[in-house]
């Protein structure tokens, strides 16, 4: 069967061989340059294209929908009823069990007050539910912003030296990480996260969780004198020389803490439905722990306690922003970055979960709504926050259906900082070692790096560079080097453009890589190449001495026993776009070839490209419109009816001679 | 007829879609990690293939070409003739005439002691025509990076201060430039350059071209104290600030010898028969105006004169570089830049002129040459050289045939340094002004911008900033904008990848652009579309959510009366590459599709991204055999036969819905 149709085929192929009028290469449609810009300009900054639902709707409709557009909670509300509220009730006391501890500890974790983790847990979330556009976020401090915060500011400023200095250069960082955010949400310049890579982020987030778990060896061994910096190195060095420091009974406990979480983590990752068991943990081992400590006066026995915190909620701060003095950069430069890392984690967790269940959250404002949530923070006592990933776990797991969740827990921790501070006040600081520890180890996933090495090598590079320039360097670095890395591949994709040797598929009239397809064969005569990346000044170079190459090797296999090569043809489908320099790429190898008696034919360039050649031959014409085709088959038909040696159609399908 | 092939065309799909064996993609042949790295490093650094001219050659003439290879002189000399010498010879001392003066004012811009720049025109040019592969290059110092360096290093050492440090700075930096140019070309990373476009080389030489002029009116106007800036502002400052200064006699002979060489300039493009009137013009003119200057005894009338100069050739300067103390990083530093900006020029007319003439010349052996002709230099007091725009130009147009031309110079130059110095001592320094202008003032190329405004805007706006940048901060920094403007581009382009919807034109089996072939319509049933860039981290989410957009776009223009929306099929021709994120696109549009009840089909995948599909799915086999497809049309036709209405064949030509 397959046979018959593929003898009509040549039998076509045959016909428009005899009378080679091919199908015509259409002019595209005339653009002005404005409308070139306009459309690039939609593409690239709106491409998700806002305005469509507002198109066709009437005035009261369309302000309905702009309000909701600026304040997603008006979706959402009015639909809201007590069923909704009874699932994101259970989750968000949920979450407010881990966001208690959580936000305690990370505090400590960016060298702050531990207040500050609790009042970071109340205020943003109330923000991020007007404006955020995800149902499972759950909204908080995060450990690896918390992380590098400390790290950058203390570089200039110790926190104990100078602790209400370091909490001015904290808080006027978060606000300039939450303007920075909002502004590339404004600006729709949201692809920029887009640079972080999975495999980045991946190698990122291990390397950071090692650091981080590293560095609670200082709670957890009980060690008062401890480096302050993030590598590796230091750390280790201060773990091990200050080993008169262990005191045993923290260890003891640490260690007994530590298991009792990681299994009841283990118990919730093989079961889901026993969510409630990782996420309620925490809140368990400080209770627990608090008791035990304040019964046996753990303080005493070398056991240190978190101590006295005060009461009530936020204080606003706004005199504690500095916008002068010799820190501005600093401050600036940690925004920027603790800004970038925030926004990536809350949209990636926001577009995990969106998918999951099948909702659409809008990139561009989620960063609005996390950087205004940051720059409202900074005025009432909050530190950098975004969606968790630990948080928006638990939250979706426990059934959140709603932002209203993120309410409830913000509730939950209002009434925790009016009444139950001092219940705190004995809570073993080595427990909130054990639940760092139990939160980042889970964002070290090896079967994901497995799957990386196994897809992309140089991606897993960029993994281990990231991984480890976090490990030994410093976050930023790190973090910066990946990024690099991937972009330099990029580059390097663009400067070296694969050019693939194209053959027939015998009795189809279909041309494809000859490498690939072991069946396709070259045609007598022809040299047609692909070319796959668009023409630019960083490539044309390579391409021309490429091309060049190909036919000088063409013709040395003598491979055309009784055909010289005479046409060169290049397939142009893949060539999404050519620059000024692009252009004189085809003059050029006209030029050349043309030293060798080959004729140059160009196959399905797209109007971008045809305009552009067409603009530039203007008076000197040298791609010629005869020397245009639409597929290659019709090319090779017409151009081998006009070949010097006599032979066409049917012998085109038969004499193929294997490359 | 085209009718007739038509039909046969349509009937042809009939059969398929009844027996919907399609041809199958084929699995590409199995490569090691090993053999792809190898591909790999090939094409990047080996494209030219270099050692393809010895293959299969005997042993004998191997060595040969081995020693061609590293001594390009050994090609051309045997061949070497009479004849050519007459033009060399011609070219060699017109050269010379200009490299004389130019040699001494450039030395000057570099705040070094005039002889040097006499000496920077006798060794390396020797150096150069051993291994250098141009034919046109004329080497010397140039402006631009003599500018440069003289600027830079002053910034730490004054040279009127401390001469001698400031001598041995330029000659250490000289060393390093030498030895980074020679590295890149080693390591094979010639295409580093290739990043400086034609547009930015277009914006960079006009700028730089307008600075260098308006240096000269410190000759030109008889201007004692004159800013060592580059930028615009500084220049125009020391000008219209010390008017005082002018002199008229300095003046009235400046501007009359301009315009005799403008003039003769001029003759020379308008009859390039005449090409000597323009080549001898200088030498004539330092002879008059010499004579001149010595008949009115100028110096006694406000016209500076060179005055004194050193005879003899070029001492040894081993002894005078100097790598350890506290300037080693400034002179690195310095090195490099002075060593990319030489490299840049000198490449770029190296190219130019080979363009010219048809000839190649190998980027990599380039920069070695260019790279130990600097080493070499720095030991003999030259500083930094390199193939010179205003040289080459005036060297091509006195009709150099070979290398040769070089040596010629230099020996004319020798010739000059052990006995005409003195003749010089009357040259007034207001003629080099005025030689140096007519050399740059060609540099600038109103014709090629407006070009490049008609073909590619962006190109343009590229330009402007290489061009601006350069007029009004500084050389460096106007090619950094540029370049750093270009990358940017190229990054947009990979984040915004184009996604194009096909249709079919009516009585082929083609599919192609609905909006650039208006003939072409749309098949019932199907959205089609062509992703136009490898998928990477960086495109991933914009490609979701355009494809998604594209399929509610059209659900909601109900385009298809009696059918649905059923099949998205991808042409993936264009998609070179895919990274580890990129895979990941087809499992979420898979599931996002699979919750509208539309199934995703993918057509020509290559091979590359063929196997890592192949990779990620093992285990969870999301995209599934038979959804792969050779051509649009077999995907059309098999999957058409699959739909839930009964529309399959002829229906599938004839009932397309007109976009």
Known sequence: MHNSCSTMQSHFVDITTEVPEAHPVAPPPKQTTLQRLKIWIKETFFSDDPLRQFRGQPLQRKLILGAQYVFPVLEWAPKYNLKLLKSDLISGITIASLAIPQGISYAKLANLPPILGLYSSFVPPLVYVVLGSSKDLGVGPVSIASLVMGSMLQDEVSPIEDPDLFLKLALTSTFFAGLFQAALGILRLGFIIDFLSKAILLGFMAGSAVIVSLQQLKGLLGIKHFTKKMAIIPVMKSVFHKTDEWSWQTIVMGISFLIILLVARHVSIK???????????????????????????????????????????????????????????????????????????????????????????????????????????????????????????????AGAKTAMSNVIMSLAVLVTLLFLMPLFHYTPNVILGAIIITAVIGLIDIPAAYLLWKIDKFDFLVMLVAFFGVIFISVQYGLAMAVGLSILKVLLQITRPKTVMLGKIPGTDIYRDLHHYKEAARVPGFLILRIEAPINFANITYLHERIIRWTEEVEENNLMTDFSLQFVVLEMSAVSTVDSSGVSLFKDLNTALGHKGVELALVNPLAEVLVKLKKADEGHNKIREDYLFVTVGEAVASLSSTMKRPTVGEEVQETVVEY
């Open 271 to 397: 079961k889901p439905k026993l969510f409630w068991v990782s996420a309620g943990a925490p809140l368990m081992c400080v209770i627990i722990s608090t008791i035990l400590a304040f019964a046996i006066k753990a303080q005493h026995h070398g056991i240190s306690i978190i101590g006295k915190l005060p009461k009530g909620i936020n204080p606003p701060s706004t005199d504690k922003l500095i916008f002068n003095g010799s820190h501005l950069s600093l401050v600036i430069k940690t925004g920027f970055i603790t800004g970038i890392l925030s926004l990536t984690e809350g949209i990636a967790v926001g577009r995990t979960f969106a998918a999951l269940r099948n909702y659409k959250v809008d990139g561009n404002k989620e960063m609005m709504a996390i950087g205004l949530m940051n720059v409202v923070g900074c005025t009432t006592s909050c530190y950098i926050t975004t969606g968790s990933f630990s948080r928006s776990a638990v939250n979706n797991s």
